[in-house]
Structure formats: C-alpha cells, structure tokens
C-alpha cells in the first residue's frame, strides 16, 4: 500500500483531464457512488477500479493500470469479525455462557485462523459463530472501526497465505 503515495491518484487525474463523474461511471459501467469513492480515496473492489481505469484510459489516451495509478481497493483491508463463542448451539432455549472476541480478517477462513489461540483458551465453549461487521460498532464512547488497512495489523504471525 505504500507504493500507492508514490502514484498519481484519480483525483490528481482528473485535474489533468476533467471528467464529469457520473459520464465516467456510465462508461465504466459502475456505480456513479463507486467512482466518487475512488476520488475520495475510499476503498473499492478490484474489478470496478480496473473497469474505471479503462474508461479513463480511453478518456486521456493514456494507459492507466492499478500499476500506475493509486486506487485504495478492498483487497488492501481487512473486515472486523465479530467471534461469539457459546456452551449451547443458538437453536436451544437454554440459558448458556457466551464470550465474545474480535478480530480483522479478509475473509472468515482468515477471521478462523486468527482466532485460533482465543478459540483453544476457551474450550468450554464449543459452540462458535463469526459475523462480519464493515460498519463497526459502538459501545458508549468508544468507536471500533469496521475496516483497516491491513499495513495495520500484525501480520508477521501469520504463515503464507496470510
């Protein structure tokens, strides 16, 4: 993600060769919202920046790629997963113990991996459930943000493919 800083970003483009937004989007074939994103710097998926680097491309004459132009995609951050660990499965009336833990994972095989020495410190509680949360959560003052920048978080424990 650090080489990104070093590129030019769609919105430093687009002083060089204006654009009207929403004709950019039609071309692009995307959502006019995913394309202000992508000038506010936000994330956004893989596919839709190769489509709107395509269109621009087209618009500039230039052969603009994810290789030399700065777009923050989804692939570069990790989700919030919500991990809630029970004695019973959730079907059953019963009154059980709960314990909650969270993590940042790209997908709920990583959430799962992540979460394995938390897992193995409560082995009381077999029963597990992993809910992504994107748009984070509060609880009174404090904030938790639904995604991060994987630069981050610790990676170092993790084995390849992680």
């Not at 489509?51 to 491309?57: D, V, W």
């Not at 989700?79 to 113990?97: D, G, M, V, Y």
Request: with cysteine; glycine share 4%.
């Amino acid at each position: 993600m650090n080489d990104r800083k070093k590129k030019p970003t769609i919105e430093q483009i687009r002083t060089l060769f204006p654009f009207d937004v929403p004709e950019l989007a039609r071309t692009a074939r995307v959502e006019t919202g995913t394309v202000y994103q992508s000038l506010l710097m936000r994330p956004i998926h893989r596919r839709d920046a190769e489509q709107i680097l395509l269109a621009l491309s087209t618009h500039t004459n230039l052969t603009l790629t994810l290789e030399n132009v700065g777009i923050v995609l989804w692939e570069e951050y990790l989700t919030l997963w919500l991990l809630r660990a029970s004695a019973q499965p959730e079907e059953s009336e019963e009154e059980h113990t709960n314990a909650y833990h969270f993590v940042y994972a790209r997908d709920k095989l990583e959430a799962q991996f992540r979460a394995q020495i938390w897992l193995a410190q409560h082995l009381h509680l077999p029963t597990h459930t992993f809910t992504p949360c994107p748009n984070g959560f509060e609880i009174g003052p404090l904030r938790v943000p639904g995604i991060c920048p994987d630069e981050l978080v610790d990676t170092e424990t993790l084995p390849y493919p992680f």
